[in-house]
């Protein structure tokens, strides 16, 4: 564990892996530390945020102690997505795969996918478990927009855009789910640690 200042209302935990990062949020949250308001995990980061100065001193020095609840982070909810399978790289990522269309959309609706964490716009879920075999580059050339609702890969990768956007990824297809509506509460559809799950609705 490395703790490197962000900013003076904040903190921010490097750790080894996301399961570190999970379990942690999860510490602090029992913990019920005073002056926090705000836990943010990442790939291998937590950011940890208090509503004044004055107690992020302690905050620091709790950190080190704390440990994640026995048998690690609680699971979040399962979300089940709807999508259909017709994005307008699908034909390209099967080229960059050597699978059918077939084979790609069932190794991507097969795994149960879980939220690392929110980033890049409101709401969008940078979700882990993507089969291997869909491991495919960036666009070379980014659009300058993204529908929302598109479904992509990128890399090790798998996510959906909450609203129009520019974006890179490679587009599968699209869902009428709306994972960021401000006027909801809580906005975001999904919270780090929840899953997700792709149903072939095409």
């Known amino acids: 564990m490395r703790l490197r200042p962000a900013g003076e209302h904040a903190v921010l935990v490097e750790l080894e892996d996301l399961e570190a990062a999970h379990g942690l949020a999860a510490a602090v949250r029992d913990a019920r530390l005073p002056g926090v308001v ?9 950011l940890v945020v208090v509503d004044e100065p004055v107690h992020l001193s302690a905050v620091r020095n709790a950190l080190p ?16 997505v709807p999508v259909v399978y017709d994005g307008e790289d699908l034909p390209e990522v099967c080229r960059l795969t050597g699978l059918s269309r077939e084979q790609v959309v069932r190794r991507h609706a097969a795994p149960d996918y879980v939220v690392a964490f929110l ?14 075999a869909l491991h495919v580059p960036r666009r070379p050339t980014p659009r300058t927009a993204v529908p929302a609702g ?10 959906v855009y909450p609203r129009t956007t520019p974006g890179g990824w490679q587009l599968l297809g699209h869902t009428d789910v709306v994972l960021f509506d401000p006027h909801r509460e809580p906005p975001a559809l999904l919270a780090p640690g929840d899953r997700l799950r792709f149903v072939d609705a095409s």
């Open 38 to 46: 705000d836990v943010v995990p990442g790939y291998v980061t937590l």
């Open 65 to 80: 102690g704390l440990r994640p609840p026995a048998g690690g982070a609680p699971a979040g909810k399962t979300v089940e």
């Open 119 to 132: 980033g890049f716009i409101p709401g969008f879920p940078y979700l882990v478990g993507l089969d291997q």
């Open 150 to 159: 598109s479904v992509g890969l990128a890399g090790s990768q798998t996510g």
